[in-house]
């Protein structure tokens, strides 16, 4: 909380010079304005500044060779920025020793991983976060996928990203975790299954479908 | 092998489970698994782009064709390539009545799409028929979307039927409608204010799945306001004593543990609710105290509920006792082998330390491995623990070590923290001013372009105020040192742009100030900067600019200026200049040099960047002038409203009075529009534009007579002021003649005291209290450190400290300064004295070589003079860690011996290779997906 306001201070002064320096000195009414827009800025920002929120803000699989076999973006990234990001992330998590702490700091951010055989789950959250609570959500989220997928494997993952996405949509949703039971997550994703299997047999007839569904 | 491959291939069919994708799809995936290079991968990619582009567009496309195609794009994007040209088929597909083809519809745009997307607007309306829809995995399904795309302005649209799903029959759909509230009322919380009641409501809710996500809104709404809350504190309790209790289902357990997640979101919440809050800590003791028992430390979710706990601790008013427990389970993590608890230890001890000082004592060993440790993570997790502890004896030895692991990094972003940090440290607990400069120097050099131009302005202004005393000798010892530290510098190559902006100006303005150096040295060597730097305006400024200053003090002090060819020529350089700063610069110095000595002292007064200038804002002191004016048959103002059909009489009035109403007023003016839309260039020289919005600004005290009599001292200067405003880059202005230069650097001057204030009160304000106290405990660490890794430099930076100064110097630059730290001075005397003894006593016979020396360390070194024997109790110091290392030993092992008990059960152990696994390592390497050829059991070994 502490460094963000001090960043705010340090944008504002920034701000403050360039406009210092874009109007002739003897223009202290500028200044004057620009100082108390400052000084308003760093308050304005310090009332607000005490809102934390935690939340989880991209889901990465990637392979041992950095092949990414899992993306999940919660906050807005741009195409350009994912890419940057992958191979940033890749480049620092492939190469570290296996002995190490599980979390990187990253541009401000935690990235909490874990790696599987040959793949390793990455998730970024924000600095003050729980790491070790991460790191048992992604935990879960194998745990969940070996449940589904019966001694899961980096192919069903690379055959079936379309299952993970629904099997982590229904773990995480807009970066927190709603569902902690295995139990619920599984009993969820097998009635979409039942559905589509449903679907898969009587693919023309709709009215079958929700009857099967709400069976 | 080709067998296995065939094989490989009907297995990955398999497990398709006859999701009906082509042989096309699995090729597509199978050739990107087995592709070598990332080329190879694009070239995949882009012919697969150009294929799904003509398939999408033909028409009559059979809608399971079509559904593969959408996940084939989803692949597409996966990888990181533009699918963007399919979006709008993802979009037609959530149209589709079929679920299964809605779902992937859905799946596809939360994928594609964020919340700003134009076709979000083509997606809200199905959606908000899904919403309403009989089928509960619909209406799931368009809830996900909800959370993922639904914006500020479309909130509206589906708000009505999230609340009606808050009470929908199925928990599934009861958790995701919250989720979405949650969500909006992220995005916008005034949309959804009036429905906060409802979170509070389904805290009961009967499913514990819907309990767990209500915490997360909960978890939001608490933290921005927290008073209204405060009676669910017992609420929170009971439901953590209950989930403790293992009085929820079954199904929640996650290794062993009882619903963990929920634990820990219960425990944030609490620590937010009762933080400072006597009372509602109270409630919370016995149940943090159960887990402190309960928990498992031996799985690696029984340590993350004890590191919430200890957060909790740490933001709540503890108890002795459980701050005991907290201690203990700290000093757990640290002994562990594992580079995960140990992390967590140091972040733990970070926190704790702001209560109980006394903790860290007994883990410096343990902390200072941290710092040595190979791993990055660790290492910068503990450079945060130090930069927590530094006070002002321990802060050279820290700093030194934050800049060395400054210089060794190559990330940007820690790069500038670390220097931020550094900065910080050293202008809240610099021992000396000399070792300040130094630090700030290193700081610049490995990190100038990295740190803020604050920074820089800051050490400016502090070697042009001095610190606070009175003592000009020392100030201008200080100059010196700056000057001669920066000539030596300031011919390597490459130095940071913002380092250079520095040298330059303290070189024009004390360069030749005591008379060691020619101005022709000086201006050689500013030449060369400019030269060295053309491409670098803002350092070309700063050079001409200094120039000046010397040519300007020459030529006051009546000898005679000779402009070195060199300057010459860059004076013409810069004369033909694109940049019209520079431009103005030069000839500026041109007009300069061709002063006399009484007009040059008045514009360029020998360092006067210091001295304060008062603004009279009103003008006022015109007021006497304009009556004339007036009286003599001019205009009145008109302000700008009633101005605007009046332009004739503008202009009537100001070529009227043109050559009498005065350059600065004119100039003033002139300067003054170029802002705000320039009605009139007549209307200019009239104060117009801007005065309203000063008028409601009144800050600026009024001061007539200074200004006036500034005003009327001189013509030329005048003339020079209004050109030199133009370059007004804070730092030079100081510089400047006083009338002109001032205002800037005076406001520059409050806005950083201001900003220094509101940090220093927001930071400075938590740790004071506890780095007084703290005192005792860090120093046997310091001391190690100080003694085996920076013996050396940290003592020759003391004795140097010593023979300058004879003692602390305390004020520094920041306006709060001479209050607090003059404080902090005299009081670790006793303070340490008498912390000493205790500590000492209490502690473990291991630490205690250290204790004693840290106590004849600091008395020495804090009672200020005594310089002699420095070198004396440092070498006695260097012995310390000969004296210790046996101690340390045998504690370490004791470490290792007690951890490796508890986790090496936590290290997973391998499950015996089944068949099934096997067989689909050897799938997996052959379709070029590669595993680690060490673990073929893959997965499941780490689960069985």
């Known amino acids: 909380m502490y460094f963000q306001v001090q960043f705010v201070a340090s944008v504002s002064a920034e701000e403050f010079t360039l406009l210092s320096s874009c109007f002739p000195r003897s223009c202290t009414f500028y200044l004057v304005l620009c100082i108390n827009l400052f000084l308003f800025f760093l308050l304005a920002q310090e009332s607000w500044v005490g809102v934390l929120y935690f939340q989880i803000h991209f889901v990465l699989l990637v392979s041992r060779q950095g092949k990414v076999r899992l993306t999940k973006w919660y906050s807005p990234y741009t195409q350009k920025e994912r890419s940057k990001v992958i191979r940033e992330l890749s480049g620092v998590i492939l190469n570290r020793g296996p002995k190490l702490c599980n979390f990187i700091e990253w541009r401000g951010y935690k990235v909490v991983y874990k790696r599987y055989a040959s793949l390793y789950f990455c998730m970024c959250i924000d600095e003050a976060d729980n790491e070790l609570e991460v790191l048992e959500i992604i935990h879960h989220y194998v745990e969940i996928l070996d449940r589904y997928f019966g001694s899961v494997c980096e192919l069903d993952l690379i055959f079936n990203f379309h299952k993970a996405y629904y099997i982590l949509d229904e773990l995480l949703i807009a970066g927190e975790l709603q569902e902690s039971s295995k139990k619920t997550v599984a009993r969820i994703i097998s009635a979409q299954d039942q559905l589509v299997e449903a679907a898969k047999e009587e693919a023309s007839s709709i009215s079958n479908i929700i009857a099967q569904a709400t069976k | 092998m080709e067998q296995l491959k065939t094989i490989g291939r009907e297995l990955a069919m398999g497990s398709q489970g006859g999701f009906g994708q082509s042989k096309e799809f699995l090729d597509l995936v199978k050739s990107i698994g087995e592709s070598r290079s990332k080329a190879e991968e694009d070239r995949i990619v882009l012919s697969e782009i150009d294929i799904l582009k003509r398939k999408l567009l033909e028409p009559d496309v059979p809608k399971r064709k079509m559904k593969e195609y959408i996940i084939r794009l989803v692949y597409i994007e996966m990888l990181g390539h533009d699918a963007s040209f399919g979006y709008i088929h993802a979009v037609k597909m959530t149209h589709d009545d079929n679920l299964l083809l809605k779902r992937t519809g859905y799946l596809a745009v939360t994928l594609f799409l964020d919340e700003d997307h134009d076709l979000i607007i083509l997606i809200v309306n199905t959606i908000q028929k899904d919403l309403r829809s009989d089928n509960y995995l619909v209406v799931c399904a368009a809830l996900n979307a909800v959370c993922r795309l639904i914006n500020e302005e479309t909130i509206p649209a589906v708000l009505p039927q999230v609340v009606d799903l808050l009470n929908h029959g199925k928990e599934a759909v009861r958790k995701k409608a919250i989720m979405a509230l949650h969500r909006f009322h992220r995005k916008s919380p005034s949309s959804v204010s009036h429905l906060v009641s409802n979170f509070r409501r389904k805290l009961c809710d009967s499913d514990p799945g819907v309990m767990g996500a209500t915490l997360c809104p909960l978890f939001d709404l608490i933290s921005e306001d927290v008073a209204s809350y405060k009676d669910l504190v017992s609420s929170f309790v009971g439901i953590l004593k209950q989930v403790t209790e293992r009085k929820l289902p079954k199904s929640y357990d996650y290794h062993q543990m009882p619903a963990p997640f929920i634990q820990i979101k219960l425990l944030k919440i609490m620590a937010l609710l009762s933080s400072g809050d006597k009372s509602a800590s109270e409630m919370m003791y016995m149940v943090l105290g159960d887990l402190f028992r309960k928990c498992d430390s031996s799985t690696n979710i029984g340590n993350a509920i004890l590191y919430e706990c200890i957060r909790c601790i740490s933001c709540i008013i503890p108890s002795p006792k459980l701050l005991e427990d907290a201690a203990e389970a700290i000093s757990k993590f640290l002994k562990s082998d594992s580079h995960n608890l140990k992390y967590m230890g140091i972040d733990g001890l970070g926190r704790l330390i702001k209560i109980s000082s006394d903790i860290a004592e007994q883990h410096q060993l343990a902390v200072i491995d941290c710092l040595e440790d190979p791993d990055d993570t660790l290492k910068r997790k503990t450079f945060e623990l130090l930069y927590k502890m530094t006070k002002s004896s321990n802060v050279e030895v820290i700093v030194d070590r934050m800049i060395d692991y400054m210089i060794s990094i190559n990330d940007n972003h820690y790069k500038t923290e670390i220097a931020s940090r550094c900065v910080e440290l050293a202008e809240q607990f610099a021992p000396s001013n000399q070792w300040f400069i130094q630090i700030m120097n290193k700081v610049f050099e490995h990190a100038g372009d990295l740190v803020n131009i604050k920074v820089a302005h800051n050490l400016m202004r502090l070697i042009a105020e001095g610190f606070g005393e009175d003592d000009d000798d020392a100030d201008n010892k200080l100059r010196l040192s700056a000057v001669e530290s920066y000539l030596q510098i300031i011919s390597e190559p490459k130095l940071p742009s913002l380092f250079l902006q520095v040298i330059s100006w303290v070189l024009g303005e004390y360069g030749t100030a005591d008379g060691k150096y020619s101005a ?269 890794l920076f013996g050396g430099s940290s003592s020759s930076s003391r004795s140097d400290r010593k023979s300058s100064s004879g003692g602390h110097k305390p004020a520094k630059g920041t306006a709060n300064k001479p209050a607090t730290v003059p404080k902090e001075n005299p009081i670790p005397v006793p303070d340490l004295l008498d912390f000493d003894e205790p500590t000492g006593t209490s502690d473990v016979a291991a630490t205690d070589p250290f204790k004693e020396l840290e106590g004849l360390m600091e008395s020495s070194s804090q009672d200020g003079g005594g310089s002699t024997d420095v070198m004396g109790l440092y070498s006695t110091d260097a012995s310390a860690p000969v004296k210790t290392t046996t101690s340390v030993d045998s504690l370490l092992s004791e470490l290792s011996d007690s951890s490796r008990g508890t986790y090496h059960q936590s290290q997973t152990t391998k499950g015996p290779n089944s068949k099934e696994a096997l067989e689909k390592d050897a799938l997996v390497r052959q379709m070029g997906v590669n595993p680690t050829s060490q673990n073929p059991t893959l997965f499941k070994d780490l689960l069985g």
Not at chain 2, 637 to 664: I, P
Request: glycine share 4%; with cysteine.
């Open chain 2, 520 to 788: 022709s040295y000086i201006s050689g060597k500013l030449c060369d900067v400019a030269d060295a730097y053309s491409s670098d305006e803002t350092v070309k400024g700063y050079a001409v600019t200094a120039l000046m200053k010397i040519y300007a003090f020459e030529i006051a002090s009546w000898r005679k200026v000779d402009v070195l060819p060199e300057c010459q020529s860059l004076i013409e350089e810069l004369l033909a200049s694109h940049s019209t700063d520079l431009q103005q610069r030069a000839y500026e110095l041109q007009a300069l040099l061709a002063l006399d000595a009484r007009a040059v002292e008045s514009i360029l007064p020998l360092d006067a960047s210091c001295e304060d200038i008062e603004v009279d804002k009103d003008l006022s002191f015109l007021n006497g002038y304009i009556q004339q004016a007036i009286e003599s048959g001019a205009q009145p103002y008109v302000s700008e409203r009633e101005r605007s059909g009046g332009m004739f009489e503008t202009t009537d009035y100001h070529s009227q009075d043109h050559h009498e109403v005065t350059s600065h007023a004119l100039r003033f003016e002139a300067y003054e529009l170029p802002k705000p839309s320039v009605p009139s260039q007549a209307s200019a020289a009239l104060v117009p534009v801007p005065e309203p919005s000063y008028y409601s600004e009144p800050h600026q005290p009024i001061s007539t007579s200074s200004s006036v009599s500034e005003r009327e001292s001189s013509e030329i200067k005048l003339r020079l002021d209004g050109v030199k405003q133009k370059w007004g880059r804070p730092s030079y202005q100081s510089s400047t003649s006083a009338s002109s230069s001032t205002p800037p650097q005076a406001a520059n001057g409050t806005s950083i005291r201001s900003d220094g204030g509101g940090v220093a009160s927001s930071s400075s304000s938590k740790p004071r209290s506890s780095y007084e106290s703290k005192k005792p405990e860090i120093d046997p660490e310091k001391q190690r450190l100080a003694a085996s």
